[in-house]
């Protein structure tokens, strides 16, 4: 069964950092790209940033561009998001997901979705 | 990179059938057959309904349709049930520097 946990969230003061986790289980991990997307409170989906199965490709939304960087462990099948320089607008919901297709980036939809861990940027 | 056009609402009635619609430009949803639909319930994390525009992931069901015409796709649910309320978004490759973007959400009332 294919599994991915968020962890990392919380409350943090505008202009800290953290850093979110997704561990994956139950796929393949090196075989496929992943991403962050988050949900601001009642608000629609937002892409933030996927990574390539070997990282040799990375994208960031242009809202978080320069302050937050994605990386993945495959030994350790694990995602992480690095969060700098955090504002209020960041406040989300932050959600990993696997790419459906093997070896491709951006192009096969999400079919697996973590439940998500909250960020909240307040002072 | 902008977002997705969709419609805010749309509802129907059970057992009808409704549409929703995702306007793009050529770079993304005109340029690609890379077209996503997801359903989200309230509190839950979204569902891949379609890629690749009108493919069906296995074990969802046959109600849940989707096409392209120009730079918009579009999904269409028929035969309505109570259980399909949701928000729905699409999302699209894209050939900017980013590579991926979602429609704004849409919200489907069943009457």
């Known amino acids: 069964e294919v599994q991915l946990v968020e962890s990392g969230g919380g409350l943090v003061q505008p202009g800290r950092s953290l850093r979110l986790s997704c561990a994956a289980s139950?796929?393949?991990?090196?075989?496929?790209?992943m991403h962050w997307v988050r949900q601001a409170p009642g608000k629609g989906l937002e892409w933030v940033s996927g990574?390539?199965?070997?990282?040799?490709?990375?994208g960031y939304a242009d809202s978080v561009k320069g302050r937050f960087t994605i990386s993945r462990d495959n030994a350790k099948n694990s995602l992480y998001l690095q969060m700098n320089s955090l504002r209020a607008e960041d406040t989300a919901l932050y959600y990993c997901?696997?790419?459906?297709?093997?070896?491709?980036?951006?192009?096969?939809?999400?079919?697996?979705w973590g439940q998500g861990t909250l960020v909240t940027v307040s002072s | 990179q902008s977002a997705l056009t969709q419609p805010a609402s749309v509802s129907g009635s059970p057992g009808q059938s409704i549409t929703i619609s995702c306007t793009g430009t050529s770079s993304d949803v005109g340029g690609y057959n890379y077209v996503s639909w997801y359903q989200q319930h309230p509190g839950k994390a979204p569902k891949l309904m379609i890629y690749d525009v009108s493919n069906r992931p296995s074990g969802v069901s046959n109600r849940f349709s989707g096409s392209k015409s120009g730079n918009t796709a579009s999904l269409t649910i028929s035969g309505l049930q109570a259980e399909d309320e949701a928000d729905y978004y699409c999302?699209?490759?894209?050939?900017?520097?980013?590579?991926?973007?979602f429609g704004g959400g849409t919200k489907l009332t069943v009457l």
């Open positions: 997901a696997k790419e459906a297709r093997g070896y491709s980036y951006g192009t096969g939809g999400f079919d697996y």
């Open positions: 990574i390539s199965w070997n990282s040799g490709s990375i």
């Open positions: 139950g796929f393949t991990f090196d075989d496929y790209a």
């Open positions: 999302s699209s490759y894209t050939s900017s520097s980013t590579p991926l973007v």
